[in-house]
């Protein structure tokens, strides 16, 4: 009885080690913008929009106050098992739009980039309607369709 016991214990022990190991992925993923090496050399010759599209793309945001510009973001996100995940590789395109004219090109890296300290709790949207769930439920009554009618 006693050997079983022990092989047991040796089973569970295998059985724990491999569910926390299985937690611990090491995996990056690629958010935004995928830019390639050269791209300082790649938009330093842009004077139009059309031109900025056809080599980078539309911008993932555009500026409503001010000046217009055009803002593209890319960042690699590093998942470490339990951990916190992180960044790197972060680049920020910023192009100064007028019209159809560019007016500038900045592209910012890693160290050009402030740490910012995201501030906890979420930000009020002016206007906003608060639902509780039970009206988010009644809410949503009737607006969806059935699936396979094709509407």
Known sequence: MKI?????KVQMFFIVLATIL???????????YVFPETIEQDVASIKTTSQLLDRVGAPQTKTIYGDE???YYGADENYRGPLKHTFTDKTVLLAWVNGNAVKKIQ??????????????????????I???????LFNNIGRFSPAGLGQ
């Open 130 to 136: 608060e639902l509780n769930a039970l009206q988010e």
């Open 69 to 71: 510009v055009w803002i």
């Open 107 to 128: 592209v910012l890296h890693d160290d050009d980039l402030e740490k910012i300290k995201i501030a906890d709790g979420e930000t009020e949207i002016p206007a906003a």
């Open 4 to 8: 079983q016991s022990s092989k047991f």
């Open 22 to 32: 299985s937690a611990c992925t090491f995996q990056t993923k690629h958010r935004g």
